[in-house]
């Protein structure tokens, strides 16, 4: 381990194999870290936290905080990140806000300076937050997410997989996978064609994509005889299929 002897650890925080932690970072009693995971200077990781392997946090982050949430009361919840996450400067992930409850960071994601994580969101795989994009609590983003910079995505809201949503928009409802939205409120404005190809979605897959979207977000039809249709008259391939369910199991209703 290189750990700069001006950092102050808590001797019950478990630091696994070739960890560094730079200097004046403070690391609480309840926090365990993987191999070969950096900490820069300056930072605070705190709370019954879990860090995984090969994961860079950089200076000043805030990692573990207790929610802010008024009805927080010092109830015993957890923070999780997996490997491989990138945690630029300032920061902010909190815990979950209730007992036994959990805030989640999947694998591969970057999230950019100054963006910050409330309490229970649960964040998939090979997303990224772009700076001071902000999540309130019990937000979920499913895969290969992206969110543009200065993003505010209120409480409860659903983002799907590889959706990219434009920069300063205010997400007030659900953002449907393959999409991309835009605004304040956020719309859908069409299919993320970039990401799509960008992850290898085949070209048969991507035009039944966008006839799908046609139907349900730029049609007259109602969202329950849209997706009707498309059950109908688009094959079913894994992304049509997740498309229809994220959007029957909408709970905020779905961002048209």
């Known amino acids: 381990m290189k750990i700069h002897p001006a950092a102050i650890i808590s001797k019950k925080a478990k630091i696994s194999e070739n960890v560094e932690i730079g200097p004046y970072t403070v690391i609480g009693h309840d926090v365990e ?24 946090i ?3 982050a805030a990692v573990g905080s207790i929610p802010q949430d008024l009805k927080y009361k010092g109830e015993k919840s957890f923070l999780e990140i997996g490997d491989n996450n990138i945690i630029r400067e300032y920061v902010t992930i909190n815990v979950g806000a209730s007992e036994n409850s959990k805030t989640v960071i999947g694998d591969n994601n970057l999230l950019m300076a100054y963006s910050h ?19 309130a609590g019990h937000v979920l983003i499913e895969d290969k997410a992206v969110i543009g910079g200065l993003v505010a995505v209120h409480q409860f809201c659903r983002i799907g997989e590889l959706t990219i949503i434009g920069g300063c928009s205010k997400v007030t409802q659900d953002i449907p996978p393959y999409s991309l939205s835009d605004g304040r409120p956020a719309k859908v404005y069409g299919l993320n064609l970039v990401g799509l190809k960008r992850h290898n979605i085949s070209k048969d897959v991507v035009e039944d994509l966008k006839r799908a979207l046609k139907i349900i977000f730029f049609s007259k039809l109602t969202f329950s005889h849209a997706i009707e249709k498309v059950g109908k008259e688009i094959f079913p391939h894994r992304e049509i299929a997740h498309l229809i369910e994220f959007i029957k199991n909408s709970e905020r209703g779905i961002s048209r």
Do not use: R
Request: aromatic share 2%; glycine share 16%.
């Open 33 to 56: 870290i993987g191999e070969n995971t950096k900490v820069g200077p300056h930072c605070l990781i705190e709370g019954d936290t879990k860090i995984g392997k090969n994961c860079q």
């Open 58 to 60: 950089f200076m000043g």
């Open 117 to 135: 994580i409330a309490h229970d969101c649960k964040i998939g795989d090979d997303c990224i937050i772009a700076n001071c994009g902000t999540l």
